[in-house]
């Protein structure tokens, strides 16, 4: 039987990162399960393809849109089950106000945003979300049939963020696309698109331009092992980024520790040149503080690419159990020791590696069977939901 299924997602546009692309990756695997799936974002209208409801009057903050939580209400019974994703924006906080006393469950999402990095990192910053926690996000939680983590890793460390914490809490992996075929037209897309690279072998970066990303102590170790040994591929950052300041501060430290002409800069890179730095780069490389999944990583994997990443990644045991790349602490001593690693392997083991990650993105990361699982803890959260709560038995789409 199919399910009607509503997303709720602050926005879709892909400059805000992986929450966009695992809403419209999610929708687009579960309508060809049979399931309806509709979606709702608080994006102004012009911000997102046709086809998506609209409630935003602004791009940016919190997404309050007054009009959202009244049109939910008078909607809820024309849906089975409300997804929700991400925490701290009125999307979660809207869903809870129009569904808390209906029959129509809602899941929450939670894309990492309950991990304790931000409150040792951002104390301040915590200390709002304290003040916000009791009255809004903790009931959101509390109330949801499922509150959903996409590893054992995250969901572990969401517990640390607040003392006051009650979820029904379910494990779902984020179900990641099959990448296109590859093309010679992928590989000379992005080789145009960089010209001073030439056909030069490179690692890549790939991913928002962030303090918590770890490009100081990937840029350090790059440099390090740059200066120890020969052989050493150029360096390819690609992102958008938030704060041209910061881009600058790296720019400034690459020239400063001499490796500036072996490092190169692109914005937000998509479509065949994205596919094509995926394919040709000889690893993927993400040092990050804090990644609750890292979506480019598990891309590079799909696309067969060797991934060194830092234990700070959530998928980090996956790739480690699998053998699909390297491993290290997040410091400019483990991002050093990890590419010095990797260098100094021999082709065989580079290449079983390569093959290693294909078979991971297949075993943890492909879409069906993540639906599936997304499907099952529903089901599971259902059946065991308590008489008057906002869990109720999905209602079959005719």
Not at 252 to 278: C, D
Not at 286 to 298: K, M, R
Request: proline share 6%.
């Amino acid at each position: 039987m199919a399910r009607r299924i509503l997303q709720v997602v602050r926005s879709l546009r892909s400059e805000t990162g992986g929450v966009a692309v695992a809403a419209r990756t999610l929708e687009a695997t579960l309508t060809a399960r049979g399931e309806h799936v509709s979606t709702v974002s608080l994006d102004p209208a012009d911000a997102v393809r046709a086809g998506v409801r609209v409630f935003g009057r602004r791009s940016l903050g919190y997404g309050y849109a007054a009009d959202f939580a009244p049109w939910l209400r008078a909607h809820r019974d024309e849906f089975d089950a409300v997804l929700v994703h991400g925490l701290w924006q009125y999307p979660g906080f809207g869903t809870w106000r129009a569904l808390r006393d209906s029959r129509t469950p809602y899941f929450v999402f939670c894309h990492g945003m309950l991990d304790p990095w931000f409150k040792r990192t951002y104390p301040l910053k915590h200390l709002k979300k304290w003040l916000y926690w009791p009255w809004a996000e903790y009931r959101v939680l509390r109330d949801a049939a499922g509150v959903l983590f996409t590893t054992e890793e995250e969901r572990r460390l969401a517990r640390a963020s607040f003392a006051l914490y009650r979820a029904r809490e379910h494990v779902v992996p984020l179900g990641v696309s099959t990448p296109p075929v590859d093309t010679p037209e992928q590989h000379a897309a992005f080789r145009a698109r960089l010209p001073a690279l030439g056909t030069r072998p490179f690692l890549l970066f790939l991913g928002r331009i962030h303090p918590k990303k770890g490009l100081e102590e990937l840029l350090r170790g790059y440099a390090a092992v740059e200066r120890a040994t020969t052989g050493v591929p150029d360096l390819v950052i690609a992102g958008p980024c938030g704060d041209e300041s910061f881009r600058a501060h790296l720019r400034t430290l690459a020239a400063g520790l001499g490796v500036g002409e072996r490092v190169h800069w692109l914005p937000m890179i998509e479509g065949e040149e994205k596919w094509g730095a995926l394919r040709a780069c000889e690893a993927f490389v993400l040092f990050s503080h804090q990644e609750n999944f890292g979506l480019a990583v598990v891309e590079a994997l799909a696309c067969g690419r060797p991934v060194l990443i830092s234990d700070q990644v959530n998928v980090w045991r996956e790739i480690a159990e699998t053998g699909a790349g390297l491993v290290g602490p997040d410091t400019v001593e483990g991002a050093t020791a990890t590419l010095a690693r990797w260098l100094g392997s021999e082709t065989p083991a580079r290449e079983a590696m390569a093959e290693a990650s294909q078979r991971c993105f297949e075993r943890h990361f492909a879409t069906e069977p993540a639906a599936e699982c997304l499907m099952a803890a529903i089901e599971a959260a259902l059946a065991r939901s308590t008489p008057g709560s906002s869990s109720a038995t999905l209602r079959a789409a005719s």
